[in-house]
């Protein structure tokens, strides 16, 4: 297996490390039913893999987002358990239990990446919920591989329109400004949605140890989106601070003509509360696996 060389940590210290590591590892012992937790080897070093529910039943692929991990899946769990086997991947590079190096957003390596994970986890086809960052992973592997992908559910999506750069002058001073500088940041992407003490403890945590991923996402040729020819679901909120949802949801709707186009008034970039649409949609389009 050839590997993909990855830079230095994303972890400002050893110490930080430890300290978020520790602080995930105890939000994962309250995942709802318990889950089963393994490192799976893959072209970008180990990949921590947390799965849960039936193993008989069909697995359902969890990709979150930037600067986080897979406990934002655990107020889904409940519900999607009952009808999938749910297969949740830290992403290499961000403040989970993976490999901690980033990859580079442009080229092919979160590919080649998600292709290794789904081989060594013996996956040929899947249904993938993604989340921002995790929802870019997502499109760029469908578009790469649409026969490996039974349905697409994007939980906000980056790339699919530029990034709104505004953010990026609001959030740089506030990550100077110690704990209440990250309660801040995070009170301003979730636009008035109700966070939990876990959320904005692991928002300190993260804002003082982690190397957040900086640069622009790239965005999705016209060729990669008009190959996706899966069901596609997309949610976007109309106060996303991060990116565009309007923008975003018209390009699907031009490219990806068969996409369900879910736009969230007085919502901004932290979606919560669509765990039952989700399901109907991705049971609906995934009546048919080969794995």
């Known amino acids: 297996m050839n590997k993909i060389d990855v830079k230095k940590s994303v972890f400002r210290s050893e110490d930080g490390k430890k300290r ?15 889950c089963e937790r393994k490192l799976i080897p893959t072209v970008c070093g180990d990949t921590h893999v947390i799965s849960s529910g039936n193993p008989d039943l069909p697995p359902l692929l969890l990709l979150h987002g930037a600067s986080g991990n897979s406990s934002a899946w655990m107020g889904y769990a409940t519900i999607w358990a009952e009808s999938f086997r749910l297969v949740a ?3 290499p590079g961000e403040p989970g239990l993976s490999e901690d190096r980033r990859m580079s957003p442009s080229g092919d390596d979160y590919i080649l990446w998600l292709e290794s994970l789904l081989d060594r986890l013996g996956i040929a086809q899947v249904p ?5 960052l995790g929802s870019f992973v997502a499109l760029r592997f469908a578009s790469a591989f649409p026969d490996r992908v039974s349905s697409l559910s994007l939980i906000t999506a980056s790339g699919l329109a530029p990034a709104r750069i505004s953010y990026l002058f609001k959030a740089l001073p506030l990550m100077m400004l110690g704990k209440w500088g990250a309660d801040r940041n ?10 939990t003490d876990e959320v904005f403890e692991f928002g300190r945590l993260v804002s003082k140890y982690y190397r957040p991923l900086m640069g622009p996402i790239p965005m999705l040729t016209d060729t990669e989106l008009d190959s996706l020819t899966m069901p596609v679901q997309y949610f976007g909120g109309c106060h996303d601070v ?3 949802s309007e923008a975003s949801a018209n390009r699907l709707k031009k490219s990806v003509p068969q996409a ?3 736009l969230l008034q007085e919502t901004g970039h932290v979606i919560l509360g669509q765990g039952m649409k989700v399901l109907e949609f991705v049971e609906k389009n995934s009546s048919e696996y080969v794995v």
């Open 20 to 34: 978020i590591q520790d602080y995930y590892g105890k939000l994962l012992e309250q995942w709802p039913g318990g």
């Open 89 to 91: 991947a830290d992403m």
């Open 128 to 132: 993938i919920v993604g989340m921002s």
């Open 186 to 195: 995070y009170r301003m992407i979730s636009h008035g949605q109700p966070l």
């Open 242 to 244: 991060l990116l565009n």
């Open 260 to 262: 369900e186009i879910n």
